[in-house]
């Protein structure tokens, strides 16, 4: 594989994540998972600005062209929907074999294949968990995906080919993520068009609060901030939390924290005080999905 071999929006997007083009391997789709989590972010604020547009058009499309262009004009990553059939589409490019799969009703990750192998590894950089690299579900039933604190394991299911995820924060597991999935069920992006319904319905998990998440290895810390509160989780799991009592505050740990300063976390504050939602008023302390 080649970089001359690739449409422009594909080598914008290994540019922007600072990966070089190779030929498919193991050792790549680490490469490439773990620099993704690094340089873009988790977040809703991409949600809420796309919020009037997709009541309009009822549906959602993949849109690797869109997103690569607001990864340059915006620093917008997104959530499952956007940054898994994005990277989907750039690993199709780039020679791996790809397809989703569909967890828990909502959520939607990735089954890769390397060129020349049967078995299909979990590859999820859509819900702020530390997927960093991929996951044999088969030959590695026992895997934990860990870092600070959280934990994610995937756990064969009852039948063949179903599995179930399972998310510890500090040892104590999340109940409200009680997703399963079946690998031998294929899915077209259209298929999850019920489920995206419901994720830009009023008052949901996404269109009622601010979020952002981002992986800083380098620092060995995560950032994740739900509101107005910045948690910054390390390495070796002290977490430190700040409330933030401004947009001002808000747009200084964007910019200086997150290193996003194109990010138009202003905008996404004013849709939701539009739609009735104070970030800045007490909210439950939560942690980024």
């Known amino acids: 594989m080649t970089q001359k071999q690739l449409p422009l929006w594909a080598k914008d997007y290994l540019q922007y994540i600072q990966?070089?083009?190779?030929e498919p391997s193991y050792s790549y789709l680490k490469e490439i998972s773990t620099a993704?989590?690094?340089?873009?972010?988790?977040?809703?604020?991409?949600?809420?600005?796309h919020y009037k547009a997709y009541h309009e058009e009822r549906k959602l499309v993949e849109d690797?062209?869109?997103?690569?262009?607001?990864?340059?004009?915006?620093?917008?990553?997104?959530?499952?929907?956007?940054?898994n059939s994005s990277l989907h589409q750039l690993l199709k490019q780039l020679g791996f074999h790809s397809?989703?799969?569909?967890?828990?009703?909502?959520?939607?990750?990735?089954?890769?294949?390397?060129?020349?192998?049967k078995e299909e590894l979990y590859v999820d950089i859509g819900n702020g968990a530390p997927f960093f690299e991929p996951i044999r579900?088969?030959?590695?039933?026992?895997?934990v995906s860990e870092y600070g604190g959280i934990e994610v394991r995937l756990r064969p299911g009852d039948e063949f080919g179903t599995y179930k995820y399972y998310r510890y924060v500090d040892g104590t597991l999340l109940t409200d993520m009680d997703w399963s999935f079946d690998t031998k069920k294929s899915y077209q992006f259209d298929d999850f068009q019920p489920a995206i319904q419901k994720y830009f319905q009023p008052n949901g998990a996404f269109t009622?609060?601010?979020?952002?998440?981002i992986?800083?290895?380098?620092?060995?810390?995560?950032?994740s901030l739900v509101n107005n509160v910045l948690s910054i989780r390390y390495r070796n799991r002290k977490v430190e939390k700040q409330t933030?009592?401004?947009?001002?505050?808000?747009?200084?740990?964007?910019?200086?924290?997150?290193?996003?300063?194109?990010?138009?976390?202003?905008?996404?504050?004013?849709?939701?005080?539009?739609?009735?939602?104070?970030?800045?008023?007490?909210?439950?302390?939560d942690e980024a999905d």
């Open 137 to 143: 579900l088969e030959t590695d039933p026992g895997n």
């Open 36 to 49: 993704h989590l690094n340089q873009i972010p988790f977040e809703n604020i991409s949600t809420l600005l």
């Open 215 to 223: 992986w800083q290895l380098s620092q060995k810390r995560s950032l």
């Open 19 to 22: 990966v070089p083009a190779r």
């Open 99 to 117: 397809r989703y799969t569909f967890l828990g009703g909502g959520h939607v990750a990735l089954l890769v294949r390397l060129p020349g192998e």
């Open 208 to 213: 009622s609060v601010l979020r952002c998440q």
């Open 244 to 285: 933030l009592k401004d947009r001002f505050e808000v747009r200084n740990v964007i910019e200086e924290e997150f290193k996003l300063p194109k990010l138009p976390v202003e905008k996404a504050i004013g849709i939701l005080e539009g739609m009735g939602v104070n970030i800045f008023q007490e909210q439950k302390e």
């Open 64 to 83: 690797e062209k869109k997103f690569v262009k607001q990864l340059f004009q915006h620093h917008m990553g997104g959530t499952c929907y956007m940054l």
